[in-house]
C-alpha cells in the first residue's frame, strides 16, 4: 500500500497465481485501502479468490446467462418455447440488460408487482423462471445469493380462478373450496 501524491491510496497484492494485482482505483483514507485488502485476503483464504480479468468475464447480463441457462436445460420443445416467451416478453424487457450482480430484491419485488394480478398464472410462472435462472446462478457462484424471496410468488392460488359455479350435484366441489379442503 502506498500513499501518491494525491493524497489518495494504491494497492496491491500478491494473489495465489503469483502474480501482483492492483486495486481497480485508488481510495481516499487507508482505512478503506485496508478494508478493500481484507476483503481480497479473505477471498484468499476461503479459496473463493478469482483472478481481477476473470471476474470482468464472469459478470454476464441476465439475457446473456439466461440463453445459456435455456441452452443447457433438457426440455420439451413446448416447455423450451414457453420459457423463451415468458424471457422475451415479462423478464427481459426489465432485467435483460442488468448484470446479474446488479440484481436486487427491491427490483425483483418491483418488477413482479408490476406484472400484474391480470394474468396470475403467467405471472407466477415468469417468477419462478427468473428464481430458477438466479438459482443456478448461485451454484454457478456467479452471485451470493438469489433475490427472489418473495413467499407464494411461483404458485397461483386455484380457488382464485374464475371457474363457474358448482351445482348441487357436483359432490359439493364450492362447499369444499370455500372451507378450503378442496382446493
Known sequence: MRRLPSG?????YTGPDL????APLTFDTRTDADGWLAVRHSEIVRGTWRPPAARVVD???LAAYAEQW???RDLKASTRELHARLLRVRILPTFGTARLRDITPTEVRRWYTGLGAATPTARAHAYGLLRAILATAVTDELIPANPCHIRGAG???RCARSNPPASPTSSGWSAR???GTGC
Not at 502474480?19 to 492492483?22: E, I, P, Q, T
Open 70 to 72: 435455456l441452452t443447457e
Open 8 to 12: 489518495r491510496w494504491q494497492v496491491r
Open 177 to 179: 373450496c370455500r372451507t
Open 155 to 157: 404458485t397461483v392460488d
Open 59 to 61: 459478470d454476464p447480463t
Open 19 to 22: 502474480a501482483r494485482h492492483s
